[in-house]
């Protein structure tokens, strides 16, 4: 039977939160902020290995107390310059122990509040689907495309329209090939999947998976982790 293993791209500096310190470091209710996207994934007994993808020249990793994770989790230290290129990397290094059709979920280290039935839900779903899947949260605001000068062009329809989560989940090998054809400007998997004509299923989760990009996302996160699993 197919494994399931997850893989975290960590290798990013986080520039946007405006820091010296690399966002997945940053430290929420008392961890840094990529433990709680590892103990999120931990708890979906299905993943058999946590698979950390860091730059090369990483020096804060070493800084934690990982123990105890050592039979469930590889740290590799292959980073590429983009996130598509991490990904690669960490596929291409993967490949001495997984099979073609595993399946690999790759999530963002900056994502803390995974909730344990939507992984679960996109573990059910996805594993029997052709070509895997993605969580994802229907569109709900009014949306509108600005011009040049930052005012309104126009407003797009959102009927249809779904703002893309992670854990994205897709075969081993399809992946890394999609990956390879679809270079560094991918931000997010499921992208270089659908350059290859394919159309992968969405599994819907919530505004709880949010992703930490800002300071006062921190804040957000920590009140959402208080009840995450009430």
Request: proline share 5%; charged share 25%.
């Amino acid at each position: 039977m197919s494994r399931f293993h997850a893989l975290i791209p960590a290798a990013g500096s986080g520039s946007r939160m405006g820091g010296v310190l690399p966002k997945q470091y940053l430290e929420l209710k008392g961890l840094p902020l990529i433990a709680h996207a590892l103990i999120a994934l931990a708890r979906e007994p299905r993943i058999d290995r946590l698979v950390v993808v860091l730059s090369p020249d990483d020096a804060w990793w070493g800084n934690y107390d990982w123990s105890g994770w050592q039979d469930r989790m590889q740290v590799l230290r292959c980073g590429g310059a983009a996130r598509a290129g991490t990904v690669l990397n960490g596929l291409q290094a993967m490949a001495e122990w997984c099979a073609a059709d595993d399946w690999v979920l790759v999530h963002d280290a900056a994502r803390p509040c995974l909730p344990g039935e939507a992984l679960g839900r996109l573990l059910d779903i996805a594993a029997d689907d052709a070509v895997g899947g993605l969580l994802a949260v229907p569109v709900a605001d009014t949306l509108k495309r600005a011009d040049a000068g930052c005012r309104v062009e126009v407003t797009v329809p959102r009927a249809g329209l779904w703002q893309a989560q992670t854990p994205q989940m897709f075969r081993h090998g399809m992946l890394r090939d999609a990956l390879r054809a679809a270079g560094d400007d991918m931000t997010d998997e499921a992208s270089a999947i659908e350059r290859m004509g394919l159309h992968p299923c969405l599994v819907e989760c919530d505004s709880r998976n949010l992703k930490v990009t800002y300071p006062q996302d921190l804040r957000l996160a920590s009140l959402i982790l208080e009840h995450l699993n009430d």
